[in-house]
């Protein structure tokens, strides 16, 4: 007998063979045993997940000689000709190619004829969001005043190109994705019954790679039997499906777990051997990462058994997973933007080891911190912002705040940190009079005084860069500073005095001092730094999270707007 390909050989002939789709099952079961049918049932889900196996089990169920049940016997010949696809009353179209009008109107025209040996006469009609509009409007005509002896069982993986008014009059069940441990248990059934030999290695990274999909599943591991000529081989699926060598990510991870540059760079270079696609690598990076964030919360996850994740589990503390998961997404995104593709992974590697916290002092780990760094213009506004990580609150206790360093450290743990908390917006009292505190001081002047248009918007340009009692030293660029003449440096003075009530001398220096922030700086970090918290906390927010799983949805991140 020649081979049959697994999908077809071992397509569920029943409910209770279906791996998953509980919630479908459980719901045409008891609508079967109890007769409550409705004429018209639309199943949806990606391929490959049994849209058109339940309906054909459905269809099998509705026919049986035996009776109508969620049961069918299997044995009779209406089920066998159905099994066979042989069954007369069983009209199956492919909407894909068979999307004329008059293709449909020749199928329902007979519609209203008495099935010829079954039950019901059923029209199973598979991507059924292809049919052309005046098809749709031909079978809503029918849909409309079913004769009772006639099913449509429809499936479609886009019913949003559905018109609604079909949807409407269709009992819908969405078909779930199925989850690598589905597929992995299935293929380990098939391949025991068929007596194949496989490595356990083999199984995770078909059902990875056919992506929820069983069919897909299936057909790979036809591909893979047939490259390893009968026997599965780990070795010979990974270089079927392209995955990189696990053994080289290996040195990557370990070295990782150590926090060693050297030996990290080593391992990369040991891979450059290998020619690898660095895109799979971060990829299969990812998955290490993300397995190894599950074993550490659910120990008893199947992910224990791979020996990286736990290795990566055991060694980085969850918080540091989570950012390095973060990184690597960034670089994976990044990646076609560097240089080389090898430079871009060595850069994503060095931001995980020199970002990563350090568990001692909760002080970012840094092989030099020099006083200046040219990020330190960004640096003190997120003191006060909204958005702060815990991290960064512990190390502002643990440190003199007085400390140079210290405001550039705080800002890339808060940055670089995904777990930020998101309070709310106000400003935490400021005690230190570093050029942060006057930013804000500054702005809150400016703000409090509403002196004349021009005058404001050349004052918004300044940075407030030292108070001493009376005296404030504003710092601007020259061509501010040429019109900040002495008319309306004076008129500045005057509402400063009314402000504070006391006489104000104004200072003016050149050029802006590196770390210094004119209020319009200022306003524009504050609103970047709501922005991301409302970002974050919509994020988390489990009633949208929930909406957006509903409508397979994606949050619009540019359309957040920070409300003061
Ligand atoms: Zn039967």
Same mark, same amino acid.
């Given at each position: 007998m020649s081979? %049959?390909?697994?999908?077809?050989?071992?397509?569920p002939r029943e409910f209770t063979d279906m791996v998953g789709q509980s919630h479908v099952l459980k719901a045409l079961t008891s609508a079967l045993s109890q007769q409550r049918l409705h004429h018209a049932y639309l199943f949806t889900g990606t391929r490959g997940v049994g849209k058109t196996t339940v309906a054909r089990i459905f269809a099998k169920a509705l026919n049986c000689e035996e009776g109508v049940s969620a049961t069918p016997c299997g044995q009779c010949s209406a089920c066998f000709e159905v099994d066979s696809g042989r069954f007369v009353d069983l009209i199956e179209v492919d909407a894909a190619s068979r999307t004329k009008v008059e293709d449909t109107r020749d199928l329902l025209d007979n519609v209203q004829y008495l099935p010829t040996r079954g039950r019901y006469k059923v029209y199973?009609?598979?991507?059924?969001?292809?049919?052309?509009?005046?098809? !749709?409007? /031909?079978?809503?005509?029918?849909?409309?005043? &079913?004769? /009772?002896h006639v099913m449509f069982l429809l499936a479609t993986t886009d019913p949003q190109k559905m018109p609604v008014t079909v949807l409407s009059r269709c009992l819908q069940f969405h078909l779930k994705a199925l989850t690598p441990e589905q597929i992995?248990?299935?293929? %380990?059934?098939?391949?025991?019954?068929?007596?194949?030999?496989? @490595?356990?290695?083999?199984?995770?990274?078909?059902?990875?790679?056919?992506? *929820?999909?069983?069919?897909?599943a299936l057909s790979l591991l036809d591909?893979? +039997?047939?490259? *390893?000529?009968?026997?599965?081989?780990? @070795?010979?699926?990974?270089?079927?499906?392209? !995955?990189?060598?696990?053994? #080289?990510?290996?040195? !990557?991870?370990?070295a990782l777990c150590q926090k060693d540059v050297a030996a990290t760079m080593q391992a990369i270079e040991a891979m450059e051997a290998f020619a690898p696609d660095y895109l799979a690598v971060l990829d299969e990076l990812l998955s290490t990462l993300h397995g190894a964030a599950i074993v550490q919360q659910l120990p008893g996850s199947h992910y224990a058994d791979n020996e990286l994740c736990k290795r990566l589990a055991d060694a980085i503390d969850a918080e540091t997973l989570q950012l390095y998961y973060q990184i690597a997404l960034h670089g994976k995104r990044d990646l076609p933007l560097a240089p080389s593709p090898r430079e871009g992974l060595e850069m994503c590697a060095l931001r995980m080891l020199v970002f990563a916290p350090n568990e001692n002092s909760g002080t970012a780990q840094r092989p030099e911190t020099p006083a200046k760094k040219p990020e330190a213009a960004t640096a003190p506004v997120r003191q006060p912002a &909204?958005?702060?990580?815990?991290?960064?609150?512990?190390a502002k206790k643990a440190e003199p705040v007085s400390e140079p360093a210290s405001p550039t450290t705080h800002v890339?743990?808060?940055?670089?940190? $995904?777990?930020?908390?998101?309070?709310?917006?106000? &400003?935490? &009292?400021?005690?230190?009079? *570093?050029?942060?505190?006057? /930013? #804000? %001081?500054?702005?809150?002047?400016? @703000?409090?005084m509403k002196v004349p248009g021009l005058l404001d918007n050349l004052a918004r340009h300044c940075a407030l860069v030292e108070q001493q009692d009376d005296v404030l030293a504003l710092a601007a660029d020259h061509q501010r500073i040429e019109m900040l003449n002495g008319t309306r440096k004076s008129e500045l003075e005057q509402a400063l005095t009314q402000q504070l009530g006391?006489?104000?001398? +104004?200072? +003016?220096?050149? $050029?802006?001092?590196?770390?210094?922030?004119?209020?319009?700086?200022? %306003?524009?970090?504050?609103? /970047?730094?709501?922005?991301a918290a409302a970002e974050q906390s919509l994020n988390n927010d489990p009633r949208l999270r929930e909406l957006l799983d509903l409508t397979e949805g994606r949050l619009l991140t540019e359309t957040i707007r920070a409300l003061n």
């Amino acid at each position: 007998m020649s081979y %049959q390909v697994l999908a077809r050989k071992w397509r569920p002939r029943e409910f209770t063979d279906m791996v998953g789709q509980s919630h479908v099952l459980k719901a045409l079961t008891s609508a079967l045993s109890q007769q409550r049918l409705h004429h018209a049932y639309l199943f949806t889900g990606t391929r490959g997940v049994g849209k058109t196996t339940v309906a054909r089990i459905f269809a099998k169920a509705l026919n049986c000689e035996e009776g109508v049940s969620a049961t069918p016997c299997g044995q009779c010949s209406a089920c066998f000709e159905v099994d066979s696809g042989r069954f007369v009353d069983l009209i199956e179209v492919d909407a894909a190619s068979r999307t004329k009008v008059e293709d449909t109107r020749d199928l329902l025209d007979n519609v209203q004829y008495l099935p010829t040996r079954g039950r019901y006469k059923v029209y199973l009609i598979d991507e059924v969001h292809m049919l052309s509009n005046s098809s !749709f409007n /031909a079978l809503l005509k029918t849909l409309e005043e &079913p004769p /009772a002896h006639v099913m449509f069982l429809l499936a479609t993986t886009d019913p949003q190109k559905m018109p609604v008014t079909v949807l409407s009059r269709c009992l819908q069940f969405h078909l779930k994705a199925l989850t690598p441990e589905q597929i992995v248990a299935r293929l %380990q059934h098939i391949l025991v019954a068929e007596k194949i030999a496989y @490595d356990d290695a083999t199984l995770p990274m078909v059902a990875k790679a056919a992506n *929820g999909s069983l069919r897909d599943a299936l057909s790979l591991l036809d591909q893979a +039997i047939a490259h *390893g000529q009968g026997v599965l081989k780990s @070795d010979d699926v990974r270089d079927m499906l392209g !995955f990189v060598e696990h053994t #080289s990510l290996a040195g !990557f991870v370990a070295a990782l777990c150590q926090k060693d540059v050297a030996a990290t760079m080593q391992a990369i270079e040991a891979m450059e051997a290998f020619a690898p696609d660095y895109l799979a690598v971060l990829d299969e990076l990812l998955s290490t990462l993300h397995g190894a964030a599950i074993v550490q919360q659910l120990p008893g996850s199947h992910y224990a058994d791979n020996e990286l994740c736990k290795r990566l589990a055991d060694a980085i503390d969850a918080e540091t997973l989570q950012l390095y998961y973060q990184i690597a997404l960034h670089g994976k995104r990044d990646l076609p933007l560097a240089p080389s593709p090898r430079e871009g992974l060595e850069m994503c590697a060095l931001r995980m080891l020199v970002f990563a916290p350090n568990e001692n002092s909760g002080t970012a780990q840094r092989p030099e911190t020099p006083a200046k760094k040219p990020e330190a213009a960004t640096a003190p506004v997120r003191q006060p912002a &909204p958005v702060a990580a815990p991290i960064a609150v512990a190390a502002k206790k643990a440190e003199p705040v007085s400390e140079p360093a210290s405001p550039t450290t705080h800002v890339e743990l808060a940055t670089a940190n $995904p777990v930020a908390t998101t309070s709310e917006a106000k &400003p935490e &009292p400021i005690v230190d009079k *570093g050029l942060c505190a006057l /930013a #804000s %001081q500054w702005l809150a002047w400016l @703000d409090a005084m509403k002196v004349p248009g021009l005058l404001d918007n050349l004052a918004r340009h300044c940075a407030l860069v030292e108070q001493q009692d009376d005296v404030l030293a504003l710092a601007a660029d020259h061509q501010r500073i040429e019109m900040l003449n002495g008319t309306r440096k004076s008129e500045l003075e005057q509402a400063l005095t009314q402000q504070l009530g006391r006489p104000i001398r +104004i200072e +003016i220096r050149e $050029p802006i001092p590196e770390g210094a922030l004119t209020p319009t700086q200022l %306003q524009k970090e504050r609103e /970047a730094a709501k922005r991301a918290a409302a970002e974050q906390s919509l994020n988390n927010d489990p009633r949208l999270r929930e909406l957006l799983d509903l409508t397979e949805g994606r949050l619009l991140t540019e359309t957040i707007r920070a409300l003061n």
